[in-house]
């Protein structure tokens, strides 16, 4: 029995390292050992879940649900990854970092509850959906926005912004796409 619950925290600890290696691989600055650990304790949590159940039994029955352990790796993570969460100059920066740490948990949560093929797949989405970022179609998507659409989206950005610096002020206005000339 613990032979398998053993595989099980190994197959969490590679789902862990695989996502990790492409988080480091681009510069995050979480990488592997954090997912791999995230994903290998959250794993390990559900394992004493699953089979710890049967010692908290008082006056005859139970009277505490195991699944509740788990409950708390979800809650924990959240908590973990909230502290990742800054914000910079109107940019919020962490957030991705903080999702995938959660994400981690949730696999490692996956695994230990014999949801093999589930686990798997999510990962490699998971790493696909994290280099998405790094193909030069994403990167320069910006690009596909004609000269007009930028100037016209200036145009409205800087609207609100005198809106919100001058709440009277009375060029309610917003530009047509139709006013912009090249």
């Known amino acids: 029995m613990q032979g398998i619950q053993i595989l099980q925290l190994t197959l969490a600890a590679i789902l862990g390292i695989t996502i990790g290696f492409e988080r480091q691989l681009h510069g995050s600055p979480v990488g592997v050992r954090t ?3 995230v994903c290998m304790g959250s794993c390990l ?13 008082y006056d005859g029955k139970t009277s505490v649900d195991p699944t509740r352990i788990s409950a708390q790796v979800v809650s924990g993570i959240g908590f973990l990854g909230a502290g ?4 910079e100059n109107n940019r919020i ?3 991705t970092t903080a999702a995938n740490i959660w994400f981690a948990a949730a696999i490692g949560l996956a695994v230990a509850y014999s949801m093999y ?3 798997i797949f999510t990962s490699i989405v998971a790493v696909m959906l994290l280099s998405l970022n790094h193909f030069k179609f994403f990167i320069h998507l910006n690009v596909l926005l004609s000269y007009r659409e930028k ?9 609100f912004r005198n809106k919100f610096k001058n709440p009277n002020s009375k060029n309610n206005n917003l530009p047509n796409e139709g ?4």
């Open 117 to 119: 093929l589930v686990a």
């Open 84 to 87: 990742i969460i800054f914000k």
């Open 93 to 95: 920066k962490g957030i």
């Open 179 to 182: 006013d912009i000339n090249d």
């Open 45 to 57: 949590f559900g394992l004493i879940s699953i089979y710890a159940h049967g010692s908290a039994i």
């Open 151 to 159: 100037k016209f989206f200036n145009r409205v950005q800087q609207y």
């Open 35 to 37: 997912y791999a650990l």
